[in-house]
């Protein structure tokens, strides 16, 4: 097969990637020049600002290594956006909250029938916060368990090796150490014109604690957070519209599976006003009522709503951090320049996850977060940006790794495509849940794999197989002649593998 030539020939774990993000390049790594702490010393081996996902796995990390480790937070509770107001709890609504729509919609086909069935919105609330409070808990033992030292409270720099930290109870202390690693995330963007109170005007954090079920929900930006929070409430009663400037939602997702994304999205009742901008919101009545126009430009119209869900994207979150009087470089974007190790043009101080280029996600800052305390410990790390999956998770669910469609054709590259959808795969069809497609694209000439698109239930975690093909820069019939498993979804990756490179069974 063309894997085991493929894992022969893999690259040497000191290759880098261009990733696109290099400012300048150091000829000494700062971690041979300020050293590591010796026993009994007040410096830490390794700081590091932020306890989310980057951070907190960073941290963990620098201790498993031998390294002498404090983290600092400032929410008096580690995980950062992604598991107190972000990914953790959005998904146990989105569970919820599916559970509830198959009960009122699908049970009864499937001969289970109940004479009603009704929201407790509190206790759903309640399910989520448990689900959070466990998992911070769980991050804490973590810290206790690796001997990581961990500091509540706001950090700002003093110097390249001091940060002065506000505690949480209302103190001060001086947190010192030979490497500083700045993993402080990201925060919502604004939108002039709509004022967040996260009350009627919300953010994502806002839209994971309504108290009460909202009749018209309008979401600002057809991006995965607004999709992912217009379908929970969707589901739960609220009739949704979606008001997003670019023409198409999630521009980056390959165009022929955004089509049926959206096509499906729209099959539940979920409405779409592409090519639109607002301008304003009047919040002075009951109802807000905000003012819309094309894109382009014209005549201005009303859309009324009962909440509003501003979600256009993310910024970096540096904010009192004092980076200008180190001389921190940073970009139009706000972002932190470093290079391939992370390391910021300040020796000994190092940036990874949000606040960096690179895609805005949590397992994408987990991998920043090992890679850059691997190189201060003397090892060699690596984070590939090409090879990081994204998902939508909605029902269905979006996947996918690598190139779209449209991406493989501005670079000129010979391809083919093969698709698979799951009306033909048996386990989708037992389950009566058989929306979605398998789309590969692979170079013509060699067979490579280029990109995998996945729509259907479970695609965030089916998608794992194709990232770990991509890895090895495996081929299409690599895929399609291993055995799968009968009858599973992921059959239909395979099947999709078969008609890229040759031609599928079951279609």
């Not at 498993?64 to 998904?91: D, F, M, W, Y």
């Not at 600002?220 to 400037?245: D, H, N, P």
């Not at 280029?357 to 060699?380: N, Q, R, S, T």
């Not at 995998?452 to 495996?474: C, K, Q, R, T």
């Amino acid at each position: 097969m063309a894997m085991a030539s493929t894992i022969a020939r893999r690259k040497a774990s000191y290759y880098f990637l261009n990733r696109g993000i290099n400012a300048y390049s150091q000829s000494t790594p700062a971690f041979f020049s300020r050293g590591f702490s010796a026993g009994g010393s007040d410096d830490n081996d390794v700081v590091v600002i932020g306890g989310g996902p980057g951070g907190y796995v960073a941290a963990i990390k620098a201790a498993q290594l031998g390294l002498k480790t404090t983290c600092i937070e400032k929410r008096g509770a580690l995980g950062g956006t992604c598991l107190n107001v972000g990914c953790i709890p959005s998904k146990a609504l989105l569970h919820s909250s599916h559970m509830y729509h198959e009960a009122k919609h699908s049970f009864a086909s499937h001969g289970v029938k109940f004479p009603s069935v009704e929201i407790d919105l509190p206790a759903m609330m309640a399910q989520k916060d448990k689900a959070v409070s466990g998992l911070t808990k769980g991050i804490e033992g973590l810290f206790k368990k690796n001997k990581v030292t961990y500091v509540k409270g706001y950090g700002k720099f003093l110097s390249p090796s001091e940060v002065s930290v506000d505690t949480i109870d209302g103190g001060n202390t001086v947190v010192k150490g030979k490497n500083i690693i700045i993993a402080t995330g990201s925060d919502v963007k604004s939108l002039p014109g709509v004022t967040i109170d996260e009350k009627r005007i919300v953010s994502s954090t806002g839209a994971l604690a309504l108290s009460e079920i909202p009749k018209k929900l309008v979401v600002i930006g057809a991006g995965v957070i607004g999709l992912e929070m217009g379908s929970v409430w969707g589901r739960l009663g609220s009739e949704v519209t979606v008001v997003e400037f670019a023409p198409d939602i999630v521009p980056s997702m390959d165009a022929e599976v955004r089509k049926q994304f959206q096509r499906a999205l729209e099959k539940q009742k979920m409405k779409f006003m592409l090519k639109t901008k607002v301008v304003g919101c009047d919040t002075s009545g009951d109802v807000l009522k905000l003012t819309l126009e094309p894109a382009a430009g014209g005549n201005q119209t009303i859309l009324e709503a009962d909440v509003v869900l501003v979600s256009v994207g993310r910024v970096p979150f540096t904010a009192g951090l004092e980076l200008d009087k180190l001389g921190v470089e940073m970009d139009k974007a706000g972002r932190i320049l470093v290079n391939e190790r992370f390391a910021t043009n300040v020796p000994g101080v190092y940036a990874i996850g949000d606040v960096i280029p690179g895609p805005m996600l949590a397992h994408k800052a987990e991998e920043d977060g090992v890679a850059c305390v691997e190189f201060i410990a003397g090892k060699v790390g690596h984070v590939d940006y090409d090879k990081v999956p994204g998902v939508i998770y909605t029902h269905p669910e979006v996947a996918s790794v690598g190139k779209t469609e449209e991406e493989v054709k501005a670079l000129g590259v010979t391809y083919r495509v093969g698709k698979f959808p799951f009306l033909a795969n048996s386990r989708a069809k037992a389950i009566d849940d058989a929306e979605g497609i398998v789309k590969i694209l692979a170079e013509k000439e060699t067979d490579k794999i280029l990109g995998v698109h996945i729509m259907s239930p479970n695609a965030g975690e089916l998608i794992h197989e194709a990232v770990i093909a991509l890895s090895y820069d495996a081929a299409s019939e690599d895929i399609a002649r291993v055995c799968h498993a009968h009858p599973t979804m992921s059959e239909a990756l395979k099947e999709a593998a078969m008609a890229t490179y040759d031609k599928p069974i079951h279609i």
